[in-house]
């Protein structure tokens, strides 16, 4: 854990969404996904192809058939591009529930929360619907509405507005380090969350226990 902030007098906290409350995809959600993109004989390959485009496909320069497209290295058919979307967005949505009982708890304590993930349309859609984050979140933000990803200032910009507080007072929490210091160059106080939910609790429960 890296944290860079005493762990009271928040105003509120900005969170990322995969690798924090999202956990990462498992081994056979990867393969799954390649079966479908009809490439499951090299997976690694099949990955590198599937980040290249990613960031672009994110922050939303790109459709889902330009996305896709791109990974594949021709044009899916309607069938197949709506299994790759169902596959791809299905897989990025299951969560860590001991992080979300953190969250719920530092929620009933009054503290207000924005997300703030790097995601495509398709899946920043499916977040939405879930109880957490409208339970959760004052304000659900993701990269293919923004058309701007972490570690961009701008993206940060745009939470930090949404929290309506100063930034020395909010909390940003990412899984990447990279997107950490960035946030701390804006003046955010940061934590570079490393999937444990007992540095969440040290950091957002000051006092208990």
């Known amino acids: 854990m890296t944290l860079t902030t005493a762990t009271s007098d928040l105003d509120a906290v900005i969170l990322d969404y995969n690798g924090v409350i999202g956990r990462q995809p498992s081994t056979e959600q990867w393969r799954n996904l390649a079966r479908v993109a009809a490439c499951p004989d090299d997976i690694a390959s099949f990955q590198s192809a599937f980040w290249s485009a990613r960031e672009a496909y994110d922050a939303g320069?790109?459709?889902?058939?330009?996305?896709?497209?791109?990974?594949?290295?021709?044009?899916?058919?309607?069938?197949?591009?709506?299994?790759?979307r169902a596959a791809d967005t299905a897989m990025w949505t299951h969560t860590d529930e001991r992080v979300l009982s953190v969250l719920y708890s530092a929620h009933g304590r009054g503290l207000p929360m924005v997300l703030l993930s790097n995601a495509p349309a398709p899946l920043s859609d499916v977040l939405d619907t879930h109880d957490w984050c409208r339970q959760?979140?004052?304000?659900?933000?993701?990269?293919?509405?923004?058309?701007?990803?972490k570690p961009d200032p701008a993206a940060y910009r745009h939470a930090l507005d949404a929290t309506g507080a100063a930034a020395q007072r909010v909390l940003f929490i990412d899984d990447r380090a990279d997107n950490c210091r960035a946030a701390a160059r804006l003046g955010l106080r940061t934590l570079h969350y490393t999937g444990q939910p007992t540095d969440l609790e040290t950091a957002l429960l000051p006092n208990t226990g």
């Open 61 to 84: 320069q790109l459709s889902d058939l330009a996305y896709w497209a791109r990974v594949l290295g021709h044009h899916p058919g309607p069938p197949m591009l709506r299994e790759l």
């Open 136 to 149: 959760l979140m004052t304000r659900a933000l993701y990269s293919a509405r923004l058309e701007v990803c």
